[in-house]
């Protein structure tokens, strides 16, 4: 569009003072002056460098030529509803809006515009202030602290960041689920309000962060529900003169339950090489009363003819004397003491078969005479705190189809099922309405598999429970009484090792049912797929 002599004279108002030219042109933003429709009559150097134009390809010609189409397209009625409504959006004002250079590309800008009404002129200026160095260090920036929440989101730790007073002011991806609330409505809450469970503990935390020392703080407990969790808690005073600390928080309940584990395990394994020494110092007078009771039987017995010979010497009547004995119950009790002996020489080879664990071995056994192995050993366990002994429980036994014979860990299998066994003992003994504890023990053929399933008439378990009665650690037993490994020891025993499965039914007031199905061709566990030896 070609000047006409008016905009001419305006554009010459524009820079007729010397002193508001030199300022125009030497200022570091770009200026540009429109007329009140729009077309461009002032564009300073600083505008040339940004937009890419010289001052002459834009005198005359609309804004418009300096912006994206997102906003030439509405300039025109913005303009038109400014001058006759006085409805201003960025005049007298400023914003950020995106600018157009010469070659097409686009840049971020903060747009300030003024109105200029005098006599000789109505129009508008603009000032306009190059954002392309502020937006790049504002991404930078922004990706600098996505890259730092990303690390600490990272970090399985709960990190919380407080100021002085014990306000969080950042707390990672693991704080907020502890918390159980968003990143953004935490922000500037007191800390304690947080972590109520931490509630007990709180008052060395606070006076920690308020003298900026740090503090750490391990294994405390911390009750939830029916369970208690252990939590390691540490303070870190923040390096920066603003104060604040970061609260670091670890739950170690895993950990404090395997120490407690390895520590019971070191007594069990003391205590279980006391009981080998002490089952082979116990052999040897077994052995004796054993022996002392058979050749005492054999003395007394009138068929041996040294007995006879040293009786007629003695003018004793052996007949006489064996009706004596055996009218005086003489001879029922050395049969006792026979048996008697005998019996505990069977506990003590079964603990000592029990306690000396080897090398995994598969070979083929018979679950009944396992069964029977295992029933002994149970004969033998009681704990008169718990109110439990197996000799009061009602034990019954079933047997379908052809075969039970399994190839598998023997002493592995054992183990498996006297841990069911005592978990149902112990499951009944904590029923007090429970008048006749019983026990039933099935093995059934399956072709492929044999099952057994041990069954009880206990209190059984809720939903809840029994979803996780084979996680580790997991335990519905007091605190002492049980690591709540058993079950998820016998789980890999049954799954892993040997490739089977195991499962539980069970409801409130009907007891529970563990079934146990082992393949009939079972492998070593590792073995891939050869087959046993």
């Known amino acids: 569009m070609d000047f006409s002599l008016e905009r001419a004279q305006r ?39 940004l937009f890419g134009y010289a001052a002459g390809e834009v005198m005359g010609h609309n804004v418009k030529l300096l912006m994206p189409p997102q906003y030439s397209e509405h300039h025109d009625a913005y303009l038109e ?34 109105d200029v009404t005098v006599p000789e002129l109505r129009g508008f200026i603009g000032i306009v202030h190059d954002l392309t160095e502020q937006k790049a260090a504002e991404q930078k920036l922004a990706q600098a602290r996505e890259l730092l929440q990303s690390i600490i989101d990272s970090i399985p730790s709960a990190l919380v960041a407080v100021d002085g007073q014990g306000r969080v002011t950042h707390w990672n991806r ?34 920690a962060v308020a003298d900026c020392r740090p ?44 120490e ?44 041996i003819p040294e007995n006879r010979a040293v009786a007629d010497e003695l003018g004793l009547d052996l007949d006489v004397l064996g009706e004596y004995l055996a009218r005086r119950g003489i001879i029922r009790f050395f049969a006792g003491m026979r048996e008697a002996t005998a019996r505990a020489s069977r506990i003590v ?33 009681y704990d008169l705190r718990k109110s439990y002994d197996f000799r009061r429980i009602h034990i019954s036994r079933e047997m379908t189809g052809a075969s039970d014979e399994v190839y598998c860990d023997e002493m592995a299998i054992e183990q498996v099922l006297l841990n069911l066994m005592r978990n149902a003992a112990q499951a009944m ?64 025993i049954v799954t892993e090792q040997h490739r089977g499965t195991i499962e539980v039914e069970t409801a409130p007031g009907r007891g529970t049912r563990f079934i146990v199905r082992l393949p009939r061709e079972g492998r070593p566990y590792g073995s891939g797929n050869s087959g046993g030896r």
Not at 13 to 19: L, P
Not at 363 to 378: C, G, K, Q, S, Y
């Open 429 to 492: 003994a904590s029923s007090a309405s429970l008048q006749s504890p019983e026990i039933q023990l099935r093995v059934a053929d399956e072709g492929s598999r044999v099952r057994v399933e041990v069954a009880d008439n206990g209190p059984g378990m809720s939903e809840d429970v029994s979803r996780r009665l084979f996680e580790p650690f997991f335990t519905t037993k007091p605190a002492g009484v049980g690591t709540g490994l058993g079950l998820s020891v016998a789980y890999f």
């Open 11 to 49: 554009v010459r108002f524009w820079a007729e003072d010397a002193r508001v030219r030199s300022i125009i042109e030497n200022v570091a933003d770009g200026v540009v002056g429109i007329d009140a429709e729009g077309y461009v009559e002032l564009f300073n150097p600083a505008a040339e460098r």
């Open 174 to 207: 693991t704080a907020a689920r502890e918390g159980a609330i968003d990143p953004e409505a935490a922000i500037g809450r007191p800390f304690a309000e947080l972590f109520p469970l931490l509630q007990t503990h709180m008052d060395p935390l606070r006076q």
């Open 349 to 381: 080879s079964d603990m000592l078969a029990y306690s000396r664990r080897s090398a995994s071995s598969f070979v083929p056994i018979h679950l009944n005479e396992l069964i029977d192995t295992v029933l002994r050993l149970a004969g033998h366990d």
């Open 215 to 258: 503090l750490k703080c391990e294994r405390l407990p911390v009750p939830t529900g029916t369970d208690t969790r252990y939590v390691d808690v540490m303070v870190y005073p923040l390096v920066h003169d603003s104060g604040g600390s970061v609260v670091r928080i670890d739950d170690v309940t895993e950990r404090v339950r395997i």
């Open 81 to 114: 509803r400014y001058l006759s409504t006085g409805e201003a959006r960025i005049i007298g004002s400023g914003r950020e809006v995106v600018g157009r250079r010469k070659n097409g590309s686009t840049f971020p800008m903060y747009l300030s515009v003024g």
């Open 260 to 303: 407690e584990m390895m520590v019971q395990t070191e007594k069990m394994m003391s205590v279980g090489g006391l009981a080998a020494g002490m089952a082979h110092e116990i052999n040897n007078p077994l052995g004796i009363v054993a022996q002392g009771c058979q050749n005492l039987q054999r003395r007394l017995s009138k068929d």
